[in-house]
């Protein structure tokens, strides 16, 4: 709590500070004022830059358009304001001056930020999506991916775990590859990490979905390609502001297992089913009943601060910002909290030459519970510890004043998740700088040049200790250990483009050419101890135990030229082509270069002559196509990986005692000179409609998209000798799909509101895997076992691969009659003999479902009356199953000292036999928690993500040209069917999408806001 008071402190001296720059200093000798309104309706605009020419002296109007002014004698004010066209009045003896903007009719037109430049969104004739920025800035958090969900047709942003500073699953237009699917981030113009981005910052997000506008990119864009621009500074008054906002959150929901008294009822039931006697530690007396999800859940403080200045004047303007974000979790142990700092500048130096930067700096820190985030496609589902939290016998105390770190033995086997986790150290801090500098030159008329060099460099110190405790045989921890890991990355990146716009009367014709040069290097150090002498010494250099070291080194680079041609007759008829060469480090010399090409046509047929509907003010058919690359694979596939240095392949020569020993070396991989580029040629079909002056907006579009010589990982036979799984060409597979958004917006007299909905749906389907079988299965339950999903030609990437059930055995009668099924006992699972030939085994199993949508949706709402907004949020999700791999888990191991689910209780005996819940058994001859369809529940949902009411108060005082307060809460509802903690939690790994083994549940935040501006 002093940490967060001393952090709000020294926001509010920032914020002094910067008043203080931003007061002018020049003396003054009268007081000028007035009200800025529109001309078109008359009313009031707050924000219009005031300024006095050739000074920085200036201000800002208020909510409704008033403005005062001190200036100095024989001054000129420059009234400018987006959107507007610029007005410069002479003050002369006038104290007050009064004016109405005309519109610009040029700058109203939105202008949309793709690949190395801009265009009109009148002009594209590709599929690119603009976000909302308004409407993601209303929502809470620090992650700008997380705010993606919903906005945008074609876009999701699912979140894997609801734990601080996790990163979401971001996709475009679903799958289209098996291997990495995240898009490209560009940030102004340089490739790089979208995580460490203050939201605050952004102007604007653009993304392009197919190949016409990703093709500028070339072999990093078959995944989409997601334009981030930051904000700039405007000619004019300094203008400082300050967004803040403090939340508190809970988790709402709880997973229903059994307290004491119901733990004992069943553990005994489950022996006394066999004939046994129940455990000893079920008659115990006296001992405690914990519910270990109070306990290890709590409600978190969630607070943000971002202060900014920007202004400047015809030769150069500014934009800085500071920004402090921190969020406790709600599972002790875990939380986030990051620094922003940026400075955006542009400066003229001559008529030809501008100049300018951009610099960002983000600190973090994430204080991890230990859940595995990796995107890994094999292997197990990944156990969180929240498994732990429900699995944790009710009978064990947590705290112990008593014991020398404060927390309880185990009364009954083994465990305290509590202790373990507050005990523990999972820390990873991290420092990312990304900044870029050009120089922009007018050549001639309509000819630009633009150089721009830019670096990203990430440095990621990781810290994981553990002080000894005993908490039970089975959870003891003897010796004190400490491993330490830094990454660091770092790359550089360098733009070249000419650019060539020039109009010749209905011809408008626009041109890129373009070098990019980039290259990356990272590096990995890491050591560890096993012993320390204290739990209070954490440094590797007190370690008195078995030390360890490792490391890495690796590069890549990457050498690209490019070429655009835009063509435009009458705004009316659109062309453009692309083409883009890359040549990539990460193949072989004959197959280093990859070549990525597109095209696309649009009509505007709303602008012809003949076209005479007064209902449509915009009909806009579009087409392009174009293929794509993909290089995201390991470096140097190409080549034999050895591995040497290892005890287990080092070897002794000599006699004797004095014996040297020689360094092994070993072939980890095999070599697959002839891997290339990865591929996909897609087709876009899309609609742009206006209606009643754009009053009403809808856009379609359909995709196909056919990914050729994907890049799979070909697992290899351990007894090969070679222990990494090779990526080769191997695959191929289709994605199709559509999209669609409506906005409308009214205004009346006082009232405005707008309300956009937008849909979105993709299915693909595998055509080629180079795998033995053509298939191959994944995400396991239980540690490498218990498969759910089957990936295979002919269906869709991870469908649920299981056995199908059909109710529960109510008699030794079914149990015969079923024939399939010899150690089954009444109130057993009935599975299904799907091939029908008297067996049941994995021929029976079956596809039932699929973690994947039928489609995904968002519905925003905008309203404001007076001096009074309200917005409403909802997305959702429909037709995706969740294998409820929690339930599962807590309906297993009836013979072992664990927790179990309350479902339990109305378990199956032969006095209870309405119920879907097998009977209890600590022997489990049927196997009733093999994979099936008994634990895959709908997972479709429909999420009112966040509600806000906001009221501007205006000017207070001369102290504040603008104040706004507001209350909002996120995460407010969520309608489903699903059982789980919560159905938008999709995990990380591809292949196992949509199955539950206890992520971090996502919790509901309550808030309170202000933005000031000064």
């Known amino acids: 709590m002093k940490k967060s008071v001393l952090k709000t402190l020294g926001s509010v001296l920032l914020l002094l500070i910067l008043i203080q720059i931003a007061s002018p200093v020049q003396a003054q000798s009268s007081v000028v004022k007035g009200r800025i309104t529109s001309s078109d309706e008359g009313e009031g605009l707050p924000g219009v830059s005031i300024l006095e020419k050739g000074t920085t002296n200036g201000s800002v109007t208020d909510l409704d358009g008033n403005y005062s002014l001190s200036v100095s004698s024989g001054a000129t004010l420059v009234i400018s304001y987006i959107g507007y066209l610029t007005q410069e009045v002479a003050v002369g003896s006038q104290s007050e001056i009064s004016l109405a903007l005309e519109p610009d009719i040029e700058t109203l037109e939105e202008i949309v930020v793709i690949g190395y430049g801009t265009q009109k969104k009148a002009s594209l004739s590709s599929a690119v999506a603009s976000v909302n920025v308004d409407n993601i800035q209303k929502l809470p958090?620090?992650?700008?991916?997380?705010?993606?969900q919903g906005q945008v047709p074609g876009v999701s942003a699912n979140f894997a775990s609801g734990a601080p500073g996790a990163a979401p699953v971001v996709r475009v237009r679903g799958a289209a590859t098996i291997g990495n699917n995240n898009p490209l981030y560009v940030i102004d113009g340089i490739p790089g990490d979208i995580s460490s981005i203050n939201p605050n910052?952004?102007?604007?997000?653009?993304?392009?979905?197919?190949?016409?506008?990703?093709?500028?990119?070339?072999?990093?864009?078959?995944?989409?390609?997601?334009?981030?621009t930051t904000k700039r500074g405007q000619s004019g008054a300094p203008v400082v502001s300050l967004n803040s906002y403090v939340g508190v959150s809970s988790i709402t929901k709880k997973v229903d297992v059994l307290d004491r008294a119901g733990n004992n009822s069943v553990s005994a039931a489950a022996y006394a089913a066999e004939g046994m006697s129940p455990l000893s530690y079920t008659q115990l007396a006296g001992t405690t009943d914990t519910d270990w999800q109070d306990e290890m859940f709590r409600s978190g403080l969630e607070q943000k601060y971002d202060v900014g200045i920007s202004g400047g004047n015809e030769f150069g303007t500014y934009n800085f910002s500071v920004g402090y974000f921190d969020k406790e979790g709600n599972v002790i142990g875990s939380g986030f909290e990051r620094y922003n700092l940026r400075m955006n500048s542009d400066f003229k130096v001559s008529d030809r030459i501008t100049i300018g930067q951009?610099?960002?700096?983000?600190?973090?820190?994430?204080?991890?519970?230990?859940?595995?985030?990796?995107?890994?496609?094999?292997?197990?589902?990944?156990?969180?510890?929240?498994?732990?939290?429900l699995q944790s016998l009710p009978h064990n105390a947590v705290y112990d004043p008593t014991s020398a770190n404060g927390f309880a033995a185990a009364t009954v086997e083994s465990g305290n998740i509590v202790g373990k986790t507050e005990l523990r150290t999972n820390e990873r801090t991290v420092d990312r700088f990304q900044g870029n500098v050009y120089l922009e030159a007018k050549l001639i008329e309509g000819l630009k040049f633009r150089t721009q060099i830019g670096l990203n460099h990430t440095n990621q110190f990781q810290v994981d200790h553990s002080p000894t405790y005993n908490f039970g045989p089975q959870e003891a921890n003897e010796r004190a250990w400490l491993e330490e890991q830094n990454f660091r990355t770092s790359r550089w990146v360098w733009n070249n483009v000419?650019?060539?716009?020039?109009?010749?009367?209905?011809?408008?014709?626009?041109?890129?050419?373009?070098?990019?040069?980039?290259?990356?290097?990272?590096?990995?150090?890491?050591?560890?101890?096993?012993?320390?002498?204290?739990?209070?010494?954490?440094?590797?250099?007190?370690?008195?135990?078995?030390?360890?070291?490792?490391?890495?080194?690796?590069?890549?680079?990457?050498?690209?030229?490019?070429?655009?041609?835009?063509?435009?007759?009458?705004?009316?008829?659109?062309?453009?082509?692309?083409?883009?060469?890359?040549?990539?480090?990460?193949?072989?010399?004959?197959?280093?270069?990859?070549?990525?090409?597109?095209?696309?046509?649009?009509?505007?047929?709303?602008?012809?002559?003949?076209?005479?509907?007064?209902?449509?003010?915009?009909?806009?058919?579009?087409?392009?196509?174009?293929?794509?690359?993909?290089?995201?694979?390991?470096?140097?596939?190409?080549?034999?990986?050895?591995?040497?240095?290892?005890?287990?392949?080092?070897?002794?020569?000599?006699?004797?005692?004095?014996?040297?020993?020689?360094?092994?070396?070993?072939?980890?991989?095999?070599?697959?000179?002839?891997?290339?580029?990865?591929?996909?040629?897609?087709?876009?079909?899309?609609?742009?409609?206006?209606?009643?002056?754009?009053?009403?907006?809808?856009?379609?579009?359909?995709?196909?998209?056919?990914?050729?010589?994907?890049?799979?990982?070909?697992?290899?036979?351990?007894?090969?000798?070679?222990?990494?799984?090779?990526?080769?060409?191997?695959?191929?597979?289709?994605?199709?799909?559509?999209?669609?958004?409506?906005?409308?917006?009214?205004?009346?007299?006082?009232?405005?509101?707008?309300?956009?909905?937008?849909?979105?749906?993709?299915?693909?389907?595998?055509?080629?895997?180079?795998?033995?079988?053509?298939?191959?299965?994944?995400?396991?339950?239980?540690?490498?076992?218990?498969?759910?999903?089957?990936?295979?030609?002919?269906?869709?990437?991870?469908?649920?691969?299981?056995?199908?059930?059909?109710?529960?055995?109510?008699?030794?009668?079914?149990?015969?009659?079923?024939?399939?099924?010899?150690?089954?006992?009444?109130?057993?699972?009935?599975?299904?003999?799907?091939?029908?030939?008297?067996?049941?085994?994995?021929?029976?199993?079956?596809?039932?479902?699929?973690?994947?949508?039928?489609?995904?949706?968002?519905i925003t709402f905008n309203a404001s009356y007076k001096k009074f907004d309200f917005s409403l949020f909802f997305q959702g999700s429909q037709g995706n199953e969740i294998y409820n791999g929690t339930k599962l888990l807590l309906y297993r191991n009836q013979n072992g000292i664990k927790n179990f689910s309350a479902d339990l209780l109305d378990a199956w005996t032969p006095s209870n036999t309405d119920t879907s819940v097998p009977r209890v058994t600590m022997l489990n001859a049927n196997s009733n928690d093999r994979p099936s369809d008994y634990f895959l529940e709908d997972g479709s949902y429909l999420r009112l993500k966040n509600i806000q009411l906001g009221y501007n108060i205006g000017s207070v005082n001369r102290l504040f040209s603008s104040a706004r307060v507001y209350l909002a809460a996120e995460n407010v509802l969520t309608i489903t069917g699903y059982d789980g903690y919560d159905p938008g939690n999709t995990g990380y790994q591809n292949f196992s999408r949509g199955l539950d083994v206890g992520l971090y549940p996502l919790s509901r935040n309550l808030i309170m806001g202000v933005q000031l501006k000064f």
């Open 141 to 148: 958090g620090a992650n700008v991916a997380n705010l993606l």
């Open 358 to 389: 951009t610099i960002s700096y983000a600190r973090s820190r994430r204080n991890k519970i230990g859940e595995d985030e990796r995107e890994d496609n094999f292997g197990n589902a990944g156990f969180s510890p929240v498994m732990d939290i």
């Open 201 to 228: 910052d952004i102007e604007s997000i653009n993304v392009l979905k197919d190949a016409s506008a990703a093709t500028i990119y070339g072999s990093r864009a078959s995944n989409g390609v997601i334009v981030i």
């Open 498 to 858: 000419l650019d060539f716009n020039r109009s010749f009367g209905d011809h408008n014709v626009s041109a890129l050419l373009g070098v990019v040069a980039e290259e990356q290097e990272f590096r990995l150090t890491g050591a560890s101890n096993d012993e320390l002498p204290s739990n209070d010494l954490k440094a590797l250099d007190d370690g008195i135990g078995n030390a360890n070291s490792w490391g890495d080194n690796v590069s890549e680079s990457l050498f690209s030229t490019f070429g655009q041609f835009n063509y435009a007759f009458g705004d009316k008829y659109l062309v453009q082509a692309t083409i883009r060469r890359d040549g990539s480090s990460k193949f072989g010399p004959a197959n280093k270069h990859g070549v990525f090409t597109s095209a696309s046509v649009g009509w505007r047929i709303s602008s012809e002559d003949f076209f005479n509907v007064g209902l449509i003010s915009n009909l806009k058919p579009r087409f392009s196509i174009g293929k794509l690359g993909n290089q995201r694979i390991g470096d140097f596939q190409y080549i034999a990986d050895l591995s040497s240095n290892q005890n287990q392949i080092n070897y002794p020569t000599g006699e004797g005692e004095s014996q040297v020993v020689s360094v092994g070396t070993i072939l980890r991989t095999f070599a697959d000179p002839n891997i290339k580029w990865e591929e996909t040629k897609t087709m876009n079909i899309g609609l742009d409609l206006g209606l009643l002056d754009d009053q009403i907006q809808v856009t379609f579009d359909y995709f196909d998209s056919e990914t050729t010589d994907m890049l799979v990982g070909i697992p290899i036979p351990a007894t090969a000798g070679y222990n990494l799984v090779n990526e080769t060409n191997g695959g191929a597979m289709t994605n199709k799909g559509w999209e669609a958004s409506v906005l409308y917006k009214k205004v009346q007299g006082e009232f405005t509101f707008d309300i956009m909905a937008n849909i979105s749906k993709s299915k693909n389907e595998i055509t080629q895997l180079g795998f033995a079988d053509e298939s191959f299965t994944n995400g396991q339950v239980i540690f490498d076992t218990h498969p759910t999903t089957r990936t295979e030609v002919g269906r869709s990437i991870g469908e649920f691969y299981m056995y199908k059930t059909d109710g529960l055995f109510q008699n030794q009668g079914e149990i015969d009659a079923h024939g399939v099924q010899p150690n089954a006992q009444p109130g057993d699972l009935r599975f299904v003999d799907v091939n029908d030939d008297g067996e049941l085994n994995d021929d029976d199993k079956a596809y039932v479902g699929s973690g994947l949508p039928d489609f995904e949706y968002g």
